[in-house]
């Protein structure tokens, strides 16, 4: 077994193998484009092409508050500092500011506007009150949730993917072509610390993540393959291809000791990080999977395409491949 515990359930193939689709919520008129769970693992953040904003108890699976941005649309939803508090980039073709939103009150509390182009990633500090975007504009933003005033900006082509370390004190930035690099927060005006190169052919972008330990990084494309990467050499350590449609999203598991995947046909792939094995398959969902998330601290996974799906495991049930 593995010394990775959640609660009281230890994080391994078993328990990995037991999960189960205990709730689906049906409360989206079209798919839903991301989800953010809070850092203390309570509640979930969804955001829908409906321009629709949910909001939900991780523990009870009970929705507690729907909004709405209208006009604007909404995608790429993370939760800002607290359950509270959002960011989201607009989603309508013409308005590319991000929005940060208290969502007890439904009140804007600042707009950050500088992207001329779609906001493609954005990841919030664990540490601090700096967030990063990453536009079509072909550049990468440094903000601070208290001031509308960029922080700082990078340029990089390509469709650019970024996220912080766990520390909050780097960040990774994915670029064209396949092209790594590592940013000291502090001192992005110096440049990358470390770049390294992908030696595949040239791939798309769609979302970077750093493991829970730093010290290697996913890399979901849109060209069907997830890869791992150590974080400091560059090395390719795996890659992960589904054979059940082609994958959408990709993340860690709370340890990140297993990867999970999301494919077109609404298959959900769970592999052992390290091996690169399959370990598990969830097949319950009909639709493409349009996103997916782990809770940072309870075993508890969430799927997403028109509804929402809750996952959590139960030992008396496994299905391992």
Not at 3 to 31: Q, V, W, Y
Not at 50 to 62: C, K, P, Q, R, V
Not at 127 to 153: H, K, M, P, V, Y
Not at 209 to 230: Q, V
């Amino acid at each position: 077994g593995n010394r990775n515990r959640m609660g009281d359930i230890p994080i391994d193939t078993s328990s990995m193998a037991s999960l189960f689709l205990s709730k689906k919520h049906n409360d989206n008129e079209g798919p839903i484009n991301s989800i953010d769970y809070s850092p203390d693992g309570q509640y979930i953040i969804t955001s829908s092409e409906d321009e629709s904003i949910h909001l939900y108890n991780a523990l009870t699976g009970e929705q507690e508050q729907k909004l709405y941005s209208k006009k604007y649309g909404v995608d790429l939803i993370r939760f800002a500092r607290s359950k509270s508090n959002v960011i989201y980039a607009s989603n309508n073709g013409w308005d590319e500011s991000l929005r940060y939103l208290d969502v007890e009150t439904n009140t804007f509390l600042r707009y950050f506007n500088a992207h001329r182009n779609k906001v493609v990633s954005l990841s919030v500090s664990p540490r601090d009150e700096g967030f990063l975007s990453a536009s079509l504009d072909n550049t990468i933003r440094l903000w601070d949730f208290r001031s509308s005033a960029c922080q700082g900006t990078i340029r990089r082509a390509g469709r650019p993917s970024v996220c912080y370390d766990p520390s909050g004190m780097i960040f990774a930035l994915a670029s064209e072509t396949n092209n790594i690099s590592l940013y000291d927060i502090r001192h992005i005006d110096r440049g990358p610390f470390i770049q390294f190169a992908l030696d595949e052919p040239p791939l798309t972008w769609e979302s970077i993540t750093f493991s829970s330990d730093g010290k290697r990084i996913l890399l979901g494309t849109k060209e069907n393959a997830t890869y791992l990467m150590d974080a400091f050499s560059g090395e390719k350590l795996q890659e992960y291809r589904s054979t059940k449609g082609t994958i959408t999203k990709s993340c860690f598991s709370p340890d990140s000791e297993f990867v999970f995947t999301g494919t077109t046909e609404g298959v959900i792939h769970i592999w052992a990080t390290d091996s690169g094995a399959e370990k598990v398959r969830l097949d319950d969902q009909e639709r493409p999977i349009t996103a997916l998330a782990c809770n940072p601290k309870l075993f508890l996974m969430v799927s997403g395409d028109i509804e929402l799906c809750m996952w959590i495991p139960d030992l008396r049930n496994r299905h391992a491949l």
